[in-house]
């Protein structure tokens, strides 16, 4: 099965590219193990975490003079951010902003895998942000309801599609038109309506809890 991007990499997924038709998105299965710092005390006077564990990326792109938009997902609260390779590749300046609150950070790429398409952010600066609530990728079944979270269009706003999953452990061939090609695997598959801008975005399980990545679409 191959599925073309447009321009996935480098250009990753620019707005313009998109064709308004039904879409089935591929998924990696992503599993994040993270551990609360020793004596974390929380106050009366704390204030609200910020945000929804959900943030927007922005990029610029030096080489083509362009910008393109994907989404990401908070890991701590001071600002790692999980998204796809794709969303931040070839970018020159990127952005990290909370939707509710349109606080902004400038990023940094902390380390990237090609081969499973993710990259990790630090939102510099930043601090008391939500996180996204973990699930088990390893208990999805196919026919099972998801909801797909991005910056859908990459209009700066959260959107939300609903569906279910079609398939677990897929394998596909993802292309651009820049003639490059990777092959992914353990992918979960949904019919969720999933547009450009979502990359990097999480797909949630009924309990809201992330299970996967917004990552291809065909």
Do not use: W
Request: charge should be neutral.
């Amino acid at each position: 099965m191959e599925l073309d991007l447009g321009a996935r990499q480098p250009g990753r997924e620019p707005v313009r590219r998109f064709r308004a038709r039904t879409i089935r998105a591929a998924l990696i299965a992503i599993v994040v193990v993270t551990a609360a710092a020793a004596g974390l005390a929380v106050t009366r006077t704390q204030s609200a975490a910020v945000g929804s564990g959900v943030v927007i990326i922005e990029t610029n792109l030096g080489y083509q003079g362009g910008q393109a938009a994907g989404t990401g997902m908070v890991l701590t609260s001071s600002g790692r951010v999980l998204t796809n390779n794709h969303v931040i590749r070839g970018a020159t300046d990127i952005t990290v902003k909370v939707p509710s609150t349109g606080q902004s950070y400038r990023a940094e790429v902390v380390g990237y895998d090609v081969s499973h398409d993710v990259a990790l952010l630090q939102a510099g600066g930043a601090s008391n942000l939500n996180t996204t609530p973990l699930g088990d990728s390893a208990t999805v079944d196919a026919g099972q309801s998801v909801q797909a979270v991005g910056n859908a269009g990459g209009t700066g706003r959260l959107s939300f599609a609903s569906g279910t999953v079609t398939s677990v452990d897929r394998a596909i061939t993802v292309s651009d038109d820049q003639g490059g090609s990777e092959k992914l695997s353990g992918l979960i598959e949904t019919n969720a309506a999933v547009r450009p801008g979502d990359s990097g975005g999480p797909l949630l399980n009924a309990s809201g809890q992330v299970i996967g990545m917004d990552t291809a679409a065909s």
